[in-house]
């Protein structure tokens, strides 16, 4: 059984104002095609709706009852489409973000709050991964966001600017570089080195730059995380190189030093990737351009 919106409308028009006539005002429509459609509602669901009077318009109990079903009705109705308007002016919604693991710490938790203090019905679903496979999460739409090295390739995306991170040299304190202000990888070629894996952009840049100088790291160990690669640091196995914000709050607890490296390199960017902007929704248009000016203000 099909039931028409439009006419259960006047029917509940019809109700509410005991009168044919005004419910016809109210809705700007004649009195007697209001009377048409509701006559046809009464033979399609073979029920009186209404009874006439001297004095007017009454409902029956099936008329009421069907009247009370179409408020409930609208009601839902408009809830739906209040709702469907936030996830259109971007109110409410939902980004999937993937990020690697510098682009976690570099700011990005900060941003995040700010963002949903503007929007706190947005939902952020947020991964960690390795440049490479953030840049392929978002060309296969499996994130709208990506943070990532651009050193990874990201055809066919949209490709903007994030932050810089500062890339320092981290040693246990008692060791023969750790008194110093700064220093170059060519000086620290010559101890044991605790390297991330080349899966880590970090790892892989660390490799090319050694390369590109002639240095021959002795690599004692190979991590796959900040976090291990600190504390095999922070246990004498070797240096390391990490950014200087995945560093620094952990130095004091685990005896470690931060020691700022001279080399041009050590300024590593950030950039972020997404699909061309009409592809997002637009909760992830907002979160774009908001991560885009508190990157230019750091």
Request: hydrophobic content about 45%; aromatic content about 4%.
């Amino acid at each position: 059984m099909r039931l028409d919106l439009t006419t259960l409308k006047l029917l509940l028009a019809v109700v509410e104002e005991r009168s044919m006539a005004k419910a016809a005002e109210r809705s700007h429509i004649t009195a007697p095609a209001i009377s048409k459609r509701i006559a046809e509602l009464e033979a399609t669901l073979d029920v009186q709706l209404l009874e006439r009077h001297n004095a007017g318009i009454r409902p029956t109990a099936a008329g009421e009852a069907l009247a009370a079903d179409v408020r409930s009705v609208l009601a839902l109705l408009e809830r739906a489409q209040s709702k469907l308007s936030e996830y259109a002016d971007g109110t409410r919604g939902r980004v999937r973000i993937h990020s690697n693991p510098s682009g976690l710490a570099a700011g990005m938790p900060n941003d995040l709050a700010r963002y949903l203090q503007d929007y706190p019905q947005v939902a952020i679903e947020l991964e960690e991964r390795h440049s490479v496979d953030v840049v392929r999460a978002v060309a296969e739409g499996d994130a709208d966001i990506g943070i990532y090295a651009p050193q990874v390739p990201a055809e066919g995306l949209v490709v903007r600017p994030y932050r810089t991170v500062k890339l320092v040299l981290i040693a246990p304190l008692g060791h023969a570089l750790a008194a110093k202000r700064k220093v170059s990888l060519a000086e620290a070629a010559g101890y044991d080195f605790v390297s991330l894996s080349e899966a880590s952009s970090i790892g892989n840049l660390v490799l090319k730059i050694a390369a590109g100088h002639g240095l021959s790291l002795k690599h004692r160990l190979r991590v796959t995380s900040f976090e291990a690669l600190r504390c095999m640091v922070a246990a004498g196995l070797g240096l390391g190189v990490l950014p200087e914000h995945c560093a620094a709050p952990y130095a004091k607890a685990m005896q470690l030093a931060c020691i700022p490296l001279t080399d041009g390199w050590a300024q590593y960017p950030l950039s972020l990737c997404t699909r061309e902007p009409e592809t997002l929704n637009m909760s992830a248009r907002l979160l774009v351009e908001h991560l885009e000016c508190r990157a230019s203000d750091s």
